[in-house]
């Protein structure tokens, strides 16, 4: 069972006026170390989108971002370990085509080629206390290789030069069909008001 984090995520700034960039800021925390949060975003004009964390450099978990096109497959993924950097993807994204982020710590990797295939992890709640971390604080979350304490606190920022970006913090899986038919219907909706 995958663990969400929707509960906590909060919607920090987004700005969507014209001549100006468009960027939105989540922030949350999970309760475990397996805990995946997923967000989706669309622009309506083709161009480049990019999606970085803040958590590893203010004292946060180490992150990875996967991303995942409408249909669910697999495009690719970043993390920031080895280099001690936060994670961050950019992705040349194609006008009003939907696209899903995966935020997830660092080891919980998304297994391929589809989301719903789940995460490397997946059930492991502790997992950083375990091998290949080798840490030696028995049990506990949130640990860096060699056993040092990070909190649980992230934040992802959604950024492009379209105004109009569109990025939302999404549910849990059982409810994802609702909400991809729900954004499908918005999506309509603002092109008709658009036309008229």
Not at 72 to 83: E, I, Q, W
Request: hydrophobic share 40%; aromatic share 14%.
């Amino acid at each position: 069972m995958l663990r969400y984090g929707l509960g906590i995520v909060s919607l920090l700034f987004a700005a969507a006026f014209n001549g100006q960039a468009g960027v939105i800021t989540f922030q949350g925390t999970f309760s475990v170390d397996d805990e995946v949060q997923l967000f989706s975003y669309r622009v309506p004009t083709t161009g480049s989108v990019t999606v970085s964390t803040t958590s590893y450099a203010t004292g946060g978990f180490q992150t990875i971002l996967s991303l995942f096109d409408a249909s669910h497959n697999f495009l690719f993924d970043n993390s920031g370990y080895g280099s001690a950097t936060d994670a961050s993807i950019t992705w040349n994204s194609v006008a009003d085509e939907l696209f899903i982020v995966a935020l997830t710590e660092y080891d919980n990797f998304a297994v391929q080629p589809m989301l719903e295939d789940g995460f490397s992890q997946q059930g492991n709640g502790n997992f950083t206390a375990d091998a290949p971390f080798n840490n030696p604080t028995p049990g506990g979350s949130f640990l860096l290789p060699g056993g040092e304490q990070r909190t649980s606190s992230w934040a992802v920022e959604f950024s492009s030069a379209d105004p109009e970006l569109e990025a939302t913090a999404l549910p849990e899986p059982s409810t994802f069909g609702l909400f991809l038919g729900g954004a499908a219907a918005l999506s309509y909706w603002r092109r008709r008001r658009k036309t008229a």
